[in-house]
């Protein structure tokens, strides 16, 4: 196996963040994403991946810092946990996950959480692997969205979901909106180019909402604030690939079935 690393604010200026890295179209993204990973290590943050140009990586630190709309003391929220292409298969996802076990049992938390979807949705953890690897289900939303928990504590509660992401609906309810943040290195360029470029083309009322702070993020109507597309008050997707004009119509069309 490769050498797995850890990022920090002292050594991340020098080491890629796994997506984006040679997408020169998103420099802009991927150096905002950055930037968020350097404030959030004052906060508990951990980002490793393997010493290799792979997306193979996971992220997480205190649920109680997240930028998600759940209730989850003294848990580690997992954001991003990804391992793709050639390294499928070869045991990077189980070590990844025991390291962020291992982190959890030493800080004394009482397990991890993190959010997927009920079915699998784009840009989110594999559902059905979790499972597999010890994690239940807590909470669903109507929207989808389902909370994962794996406990060390198993007389710990429970995390939930804010009252604010369970229904689904945003409280603009006409035309498109959509929320994001820079835990992407993808969401900035494809939102503020990408979509405003297919919305205008179509005559689509948009309406961005960026989520800037962790505030906003933990009082957001979907717990996917990397990306979250609604259509008239609906929530569509977590895809970032319907903000290209090429894939617009075929994923709204198909959500709104």
């Known amino acids: 196996m490769e050498k797995i690393i850890e990022l920090n604010k002292f050594n991340i200026e020098k080491e890629h963040i796994c997506c984006a890295f040679s997408d020169k179209k998103c420099k802009e993204s991927y150096d905002l994403k950055k930037e968020w990973l350097k404030r959030e290590f004052d906060n508990g943050y951990v980002f490793r991946r393997i010493d290799a140009r792979a997306k193979v990586f996971i992220e997480y630190g205190?649920?109680?810092?997240?930028?998600?709309?759940?209730?989850?003391?003294?848990?580690?929220?997992?954001?991003?946990?990804?391992?793709?292409?050639?390294?499928?298969?070869?045991?990077?996802?189980?070590?990844?996950?025991?390291?962020?076990?291992?982190?959890?049992?030493?800080q004394g938390k009482d397990g991890l959480v993190t959010i997927v979807?009920?079915?699998?949705?784009?840009?989110?953890?594999?559902?059905?692997?979790?499972?597999?690897?010890?994690?239940?289900?807590?909470?669903?939303t109507t929207s989808g969205f389902s909370l994962l928990v794996r406990k060390i504590d198993s007389n710990a509660g429970n995390?939930?979901?804010?009252?604010?992401?369970?229904?689904?609906?945003?409280?603009?309810?006409?035309?498109l909106v959509v929320y994001y943040s820079n835990r992407c290195p993808f969401s900035e360029f494809h939102v503020r180019t990408s979509l405003t470029e297919t919305a205008n083309k179509r005559n689509l009322p948009l309406k961005i909402i960026k989520l800037e702070t962790?505030?906003?993020?933990?009082?957001?109507?979907s717990p996917a604030t990397i990306f979250s597309l609604f259509y008239n008050g609906k929530f569509i997707t977590t895809d970032l690939s319907v903000c290209m004009d090429t894939r617009f119509d075929k994923v709204l069309e198909k959500e709104l079935k």
Not at 117 to 130: E, R, V, Y
Not at 159 to 165: H, I, V, Y
Not at 214 to 220: D, F, G, T, V
């Open 62 to 106: 205190p649920a109680e810092n997240g930028w998600a709309p759940i209730d989850a003391a003294n848990y580690l929220l997992i954001n991003c946990f990804w391992v793709s292409g050639q390294y499928k298969g070869q045991g990077y996802a189980k070590e990844l996950l025991r390291l962020a076990l291992d982190d959890a049992k030493a």
């Open 117 to 140: 979807g009920t079915n699998k949705f784009h840009f989110m953890s594999d559902t059905k692997w979790l499972l597999r690897q010890g994690f239940e289900t807590c909470e669903k």
């Open 159 to 175: 995390p939930t979901f804010k009252a604010t992401a369970i229904n689904g609906e945003c409280p603009d309810k006409s035309g």
């Open 214 to 221: 962790m505030e906003q993020a933990q009082s957001a109507p």
